[in-house]
């Protein structure tokens, strides 16, 4: 009967995943349109951070307030509900970014390596980016791509400044935001 109710499980999983509709798209381009202009004022007033750590944090959460919790933008750029699956999937990459972000920049902390800790920041965000395929669709598997090979990058290239990878950062989340904002249409999962 336990191996019935696991086999039971996991087809509803399957099941799941093959009904999902990627509906708030529009919405995730904002954030990350936001999320990319914030990142280019940090380096523009970085100083020996790198990324200004300040403007950083409060252009993101002020970011994320218009983006994801402001109910009148949600519902103009929504093309429809989230599924309960997907909602599950939101907290738990939320989760899962500070948890790789802890791992990832955490040791780089108490030397204040900020150029180590923001391209940590990155891959920990390149990384969590594609667990909301679940949420968006194939593009966040690219644009997680794509972050994850600019922040190994940055570490390979030891040489080069950090503010080069990060800008490069900005610009693909900005990229890809203008896209899904303005150009990107609900889709469905197929199988």
Same mark, same amino acid.
């Given at each position: ?9 996991? /087809? ?33 007033? =970085? @100083? ?31 093309? @429809?509900?989230?599924?309960?699956? /997907? ?18 920049? @955490? ?36 644009? =997680? ?31 890809? =935001? ?14």
């Amino acid at each position: 009967m336990e191996r019935y109710n696991n086999i039971e499980e996991k /087809q509803t999983i399957k099941g799941m995943i093959s009904e999902l509709e990627f509906n708030n798209k529009r919405s995730c381009g904002l954030w990350l349109t936001l999320v990319g202009v914030v990142i280019i004022a940090s380096l523009a007033f =970085g @100083g020996h951070f790198i990324v200004n750590p300040f403007i950083f944090l409060a252009g993101y959460y002020l970011s994320f307030f218009l983006a994801n919790v402001n109910h009148k933008v949600r519902a103009k750029l929504s093309d @429809g509900t989230a599924s309960p699956f /997907q909602i599950k999937i939101i907290y738990f990459g939320i989760a899962l970014l500070f948890i790789l972000m802890f791992l990832i920049a @955490g040791p780089f902390i108490p030397s204040w390596n900020w150029k180590m800790i923001w391209l940590g920041v990155n891959l920990a965000t390149g990384i969590h980016f594609l667990i909301f395929y679940f949420v968006h669709g194939r593009s966040m598997i690219v644009l =997680g791509a794509s972050c994850i090979a600019i922040a190994v990058s940055g570490y390979a290239l030891a040489f080069v400044p950090a503010a080069l990878f990060i800008t490069a950062d900005a610009l693909i989340k900005f990229g890809f =935001g203008i896209w899904m904002l303005f150009f990107s249409k609900p889709t469905r999962v197929i199988g």
